[in-house]
C-alpha cells in the first residue's frame, strides 16, 4: 500500500505543521486497513477525502477553543484538525477499546499534546461531566442531524458551537430536523462550505449554535446537565 502523494495544498492547509499531516497519512496508510479504522478504497484518497476535508473546518473555529470531537474513530476531524491547529485543546471521545488504543499511539507518536483520548459515548454521564462547557464539538459521520444535536448541544456552553461534517444531503437533514434541534437548545442550523479556496471539492458543515439549556436555568441547570437526556 503507497497511499496517495501530499497534494501541494496541503502547505496552505497545514503550514509549517504539514510534515506533521505527513506522518499521520503514513500511520493511516500502514495500519489504518488492517485495523479497521479506514476501508481499502480509502488509502488511496486520504488526503482529499479525509486529512483536508478535516482540516479545512478550522475556518469556523475561534482561535484557542476547546474542542470535543464525538466518536473520532480513526481521529477525524480531531486529529487533522489538532495538527493544522496547535492552539486548540481537543479532546478525541470515541467508545470503541481499539479504536481508543489507536487515538493513544497517534497522540504519542506525533507529539500532540494539546490533544486528550477519552473512551466513552458523548451521551454517558461521566464523559460529560469531563468535557462539559466545550466551545466547539465537532462529529463526521456519526449520526443523524437531530441525534447528534441531541448528543452534542449538551457538551456545550451557552454560545458554543456544533460543527458536523455532512455530505450531499446536509440541507435536507436541516430542513427535516429543524424542530428536534431547536427541542435540544439549539439555533437555526445553517449549512456552509470550508475549504472552497483550497479544495476541489469543499467540506460541507452543518453550524449549530447551542442558544438554551434544555435543562433548566442557572446552578440547577448545570448540576443536573448530566441527567438529562441530550
Known amino acids: 500500500m503507497t497511499g496517495a502523494e501530499r497534494p501541494p495544498v496541503a502547505v496552505d492547509v ?4 504539514v510534515e506533521v499531516a505527513d506522518r499521520f497519512a503514513r500511520l493511516l496508510t500502514e495500519h489504518g ?15 482529499d477525502r479525509h486529512l483536508l476535508n478535516s482540516a479545512v473546518i478550522q475556518e469556523v473555529i475561534p482561535p484557542g477553543a476547546t474542542v470535543v ?13 489538532a495538527i493544522a491547529r496547535p492552539d486548540l ?13 489507536w487515538l493513544d499511539e497517534v497522540v504519542e507518536t506525533l507529539a500532540l499534546s494539546s490533544v486528550t483520548v477519552l473512551r466513552g459515548r458523548a451521551e454517558e ?10 466551545e466547539v464539538v465537532t462529529a463526521r459521520a456519526v449520526a443523524p442531524l437531530a441525534k447528534l444535536a441531541g448528543w452534542c448541544l449538551p457538551l456545550l456552553r451557552q454560545g458554543g458551537l ?3 461534517l455532512k455530505g450531499a444531503s446536509a440541507a ?22 470550508c475549504g472552497a479556496e483550497v479544495l476541489e471539492v469543499p467540506t460541507t458543515v452543518v453550524l449549530i449554535e447551542r442558544v438554551q439549556s434544555t435543562a433548566g436555568s442557572g446552578r440547577r441547570a448545570r448540576k443536573d446537565q448530566g441527567a438529562h437526556r441530550g
Do not use: N
Open 14 to 17: 497545514f503550514g509549517d505543521r
Open 33 to 47: 486497513v488492517e485495523r479497521g479504522l479506514i476501508g481499502p478504497r480509502e488509502v488511496d484518497r486520504l488526503w
Open 89 to 101: 485543546r481537543v479532546t478525541l471521545v470515541e467508545p470503541m477499546a481499539r479504536r481508543v488504543a
Open 125 to 134: 454521564p461521566g464523559i460529560r461531566s469531563r468535557v462539559s462547557g466545550a
Open 69 to 81: 470531537d464525538i466518536g473520532s474513530g480513526a481521529g477525524l476531524p480531531g486529529v487533522p484538525l
Open 172 to 193: 435536507e437533514e436541516v430542513d427535516r430536523d429543524r424542530a428536534e434541534v431547536a427541542a435540544v437548545g439549539g439555533g437555526a442550523p445553517r449549512v456552509e462550505s
Open 162 to 164: 456544533l460543527v458536523a
